[in-house]
Nanobody, 122 residues
């Protein structure tokens, strides 16, 4: 089965940038979607953005105001989340997820999750 491992989190000052990576290993369905979610402290997990495993346009949560970009490198089996103009409210645990055959940024639709990587913006 597929496994996801996130990395790249850390502490950054407001206005800064970070790039998160999600390494994908194991057998996975190329027709599935990949997504990023995040969970701010004390809040529910929320969707950040989603992209088709084979490529195409990524879709994002409206609240991000165009500051984040999702991309994937299929040769490296890696999903990325480039975050710019970071704000303190972007603080949280960031997760990648897959095993979803529908283009919907809805947590219950994803069956496989990584362990998360912490992002702290001060």
């Amino acid at each position: 089965h597929v496994q996801l491992v996130e990395s790249g989190g850390g502490s950054v000052q407001a206005g800064g940038s970070l790039r998160l990576s999600c390494a994908i290993s194991g057998r996975s369905n190329e027709n599935y979607f990949l997504a990023w979610f995040r969970q701010p402290p004390g809040k529910e997990r929320e969707g950040v953005g989603i992209i088709y495993r084979r490529g195409g346009t990524a879709y994002y949560a409206d609240s991000l105001e165009g500051r984040f970009t999702i991309s994937r490198d299929n040769a490296k089996n890696t999903l990325y989340l480039q975050m710019t103009r970071l704000k303190p409210e972007d603080t949280g645990m960031y997760y990648c997820a897959t095993d979803n055959s529908r283009c919907e940024l809805w947590e219950p639709s994803f069956r496989t999750w990584g362990q998360g990587t912490q992002v702290t913006v001060s």
